[in-house]
């Protein structure tokens, strides 16, 4: 079975700096995606950026990007230019290609941004 | 485009009592999730519908927990009795058949308070 492991329950910021959030997951398998998923007090989760694993290539959206590490299935997400809105719960999560639509979320890091 | 819609917010009942949720996906969306996310963890699946089958429904506490999607649209979440540990968030989240890598698309969730 796929697990998803983040080790950081809690992480600060200031605001203008860059943050980077920790994810790594188990899997047998060599095709799948992986997802940042924001969630902030309203508690509407957002997605933030995805990765296809056959991509070696980094996604980045904006201000988020992802260094993905295949072989040592690590998946970690980069904030630049971190602002007051981006404090919020983070989740990492897995989806198999093959194995039916479910995410398979980590614990979470609960980002603060401080002015 | 409007979201995926969910009711109530909020919701006290004490054990043993009977609880039922509301969830109205996006438009045109034939896969359908419902996750629950005790507090403190990441969202864990409880069934995933496709149209009005279920996909996958292995983490559903069968004994207590019931859902259908009868017309292949909106979708209800019963619990019959309620116990203390089913005190969690209920999200509901739904994606585009065929869509690419078929983002999930949460709603604001039901957090549910079991006394």
């Known amino acids: 079975a796929q697990t998803v492991t983040q080790s950081q329950p809690e992480m600060s910021v200031q605001e203008a700096e860059t943050v980077t959030l920790s994810c790594t997951y188990d899997?047998?398998?060599?095709?799948?995606?992986l997802f940042w998923y924001k969630q902030p007090p309203s508690r509407q989760m957002i997605l933030v950026i995805r990765?296809?694993?056959?991509?070696?290539q980094n996604a980045t959206e904006n201000r988020f990007s992802v260094n993905f590490q295949k072989a040592a299935k690590s998946f970690s997400l980069k904030i630049s230019d971190s602002q007051l809105g981006d404090a919020a719960m983070y989740f990492c999560?897995?989806?198999?290609?093959?194995?039916?639509?479910?995410?398979?979320f980590g614990q979470g890091t609960e980002l603060s941004v401080k002015p | 485009e409007a979201g995926v819609a969910q009711s109530p917010r909020y919701k006290i009942i004490e054990k043993r009592q009977s609880v039922a949720f509301w969830c109205n996906p996006i438009?045109?969306?034939?896969?359908l999730y419902w996750y629950q996310q005790i507090l403190g963890q990441g969202p864990k699946l409880l069934i995933q519908?496709?149209?009005?089958?279920?996909?996958?429904d292995s983490q559903l506490p069968k004994d207590r927990f019931s859902a259908e999607r009868l017309k292949g649209v909106d979708s209800t979440l019963k619990i019959q009795p309620a116990k203390l540990e089913d005190s969690a968030v209920y999200l509901c989240?739904?994606?585009?058949?065929?869509?690419?890598?078929?983002?999930?698309?949460f709603g604001p969730g039901t957090r549910l308070l079991v006394l």
């Open positions: 999560a897995y989806r198999s290609r093959n194995q039916g639509g479910k995410l398979i």
């Open positions: 990765q296809e694993a056959y991509k070696q």
């Open positions: 989240a739904s994606s585009l058949v065929g869509a690419r890598q078929e983002t999930q698309y």
């Open positions: 519908f496709q149209n009005n089958g279920v996909v996958d």
């Open positions: 438009s045109g969306h034939a896969t």
């Open positions: 899997t047998s398998e060599s095709d799948y995606y």
